[in-house]
């Protein structure tokens, strides 16, 4: 069974900067693309970043320029480093990926329990 655990979240005043990893564990055959995701009670999920095996990225326009992801791909974990922090980022985070178990032929998404980022003004 695969298993996505967060790690990193917390309270940071604004300005400030913090670095959620997440590490994907199980029968794993290979990762395609690891991501961030962000929501807000009662909206919708948005993407925040993604990155493929190959290091390709892309971001939300909101993010771009104050985010960067990165991945180990020997450790299966993904990054990200956020900084210049806004109250407007505060969200719960949720990391994915897209992935294929051992005991299977087929690539599927799975989810993170999600870490809470909270930005103070």
């Known amino acids: 069974q695969v298993q996505l655990v967060e790690s990193g979240g917390g309270l940071v005043q604004a300005g400030g900067s913090l670095r959620l990893s997440c590490t994907a564990s199980?029968?794993?055959?290979?990762?395609?693309?690891m991501g961030w995701y962000r929501q807000a009670p009662g909206k919708q999920r948005e993407l925040v970043a993604i990155i493929t095996s190959d290091g390709s990225t892309n971001y939300a326009d909101s993010v771009k320029g104050r985010f960067t992801i990165s991945r180990d791909n020997a450790k299966n974990t993904v990054y990200l480093q956020m900084n210049s922090l806004k109250p407007e980022d505060t969200r719960v985070y949720y990391c994915?990926?897209?992935?294929?178990?051992?005991?299977?032929?087929?690539?599927?998404?799975?989810w993170g329990q999600g870490t809470q980022v909270t930005v103070s003004s």
């Open positions: 994915n990926a897209n992935l294929r178990e051992r005991s299977s032929r087929f690539t599927y998404d799975y």
């Open positions: 199980g029968s794993i055959f290979s990762i395609n693309v």
